[in-house]
């Protein structure tokens, strides 16, 4: 596996496999790699012939008192994982290689982070479709990976390449979980107590729940969220952002649920920030 660091390595490495009519497929993380990630190793490496994964912690996409500093981090483990998953190339920029002291440009999204994450991460968003533009710039994929689990992010990252013509298809892959059922994430790292662990469940058991109900007829949107709300609430250490029903494509809230629609929610459990969502089905219970 090939490690690299700079930026126009990166490029012209990513040049020379184009030129020999290589299909590279593509996925960027932020480090601390685990099921879910390797999920979608494994896909782009099913879509492409050369595989490249990105790790780097990307500033942009914290708020000032996030927690950028203590965001788990261990690349040893990381390398390790990227090499028994066959990746060609792991890119591990610094930070400075990407975000010199002039860097002034931000790529914006009108509608989507409006909704759901972006309301209480204002920065998130703009940072995330930054990023994305920048390390589309340099690895030149022809095929790029995210993970369902952050279907916000997905959908922006769609938007952005159909709004700014990049030729890249991307895929997006359904959300690995734990035995437990917990969304696999870098964050679960945060959780440390078995009360802590026990409220984190509540999260996706409230999607199905919310799956059977619609599933069995109910419509209301606010009737869902409020039994949700109430069974999330009755774990000690939990901290709703919100809970949302939206639509699948806009994110727009949706009162009435008489078509499929995504249900979306962000609860932080001790110090951790854990978001889950799932597609709600009238009629169907399955994701
Ligand atoms: O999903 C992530 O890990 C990050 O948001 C991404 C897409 C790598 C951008 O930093």
Redesign the pocket.
């Given at each position: 596996m090939k490690i690299i660091e700079s930026v126009s390595a990166m490029q012209q490495e990513s040049d020379i496999l184009r030129r020999k009519g290589r299909t590279i497929a593509f996925v960027?993380?932020?480090g601390y790699l685990h099921g879910g990630h390797t999920a979608l190793i494994r896909e782009a490496r099913r879509r492409g012939d050369y595989l490249v994964v990105s790790v780097?912690v990307?500033p942009t996409?914290f708020s000032p008192g996030e927690d950028l500093d203590s965001y788990p981090r261990d690349i040893e483990r990381d390398i390790r994982i990227c090499q028994e998953e066959a990746v060609d190339t792991l890119f591990m920029p610094a930070r400075e290689a990407l975000f010199g002291q002039r860097f002034q440009t931000a790529v914006i999204l009108e509608a989507l982070p409006r909704h759901l994450c972006g309301r209480s991460r204002p920065n998130f968003f703009q940072g995330?479709a930054t990023?994305?533009t920048k390390l589309f710039n340099i690895v030149k994929p022809h095929i790029a990976v995210?993970g369902e689990k952050?279907y916000q992010?997905l959908l922006v990252v769609r938007r952005l390449v159909r709004d700014l013509n990049f030729d890249i298809e991307i895929v997006g892959v359904p959300t690995v979980r734990e035995a437990d059922g917990l969304a696999m994430s870098s964050r679960n790292a945060y959780l440390t107590t078995a009360a802590q662990r026990r409220a984190a469940l509540s999260l996706h058991r409230s999607l199905y729940y919310a799956a059977e109900r619609v599933a069995g007829g109910e419509t209301s949107a606010a009737a869902i969220i409020r039994a949700c709300r109430q069974r999330i609430a009755a774990h000690p250490e939990t901290d709703i952002d919100y809970i949302a029903i939206c639509d699948p494509e806009t994110l727009e809230d949706m009162t009435v649920i008489d078509r499929p629609v995504r249900m979306a929610l962000a609860v932080t459990v001790g110090k951790a920030r854990l978001i889950d969502n799932m597609r709600l089905t009238p009629g169907s219970s399955d994701d």
């Open positions: 960027p993380t932020m780097f990307n996409q995330v990023i994305v995210f952050d992010q």
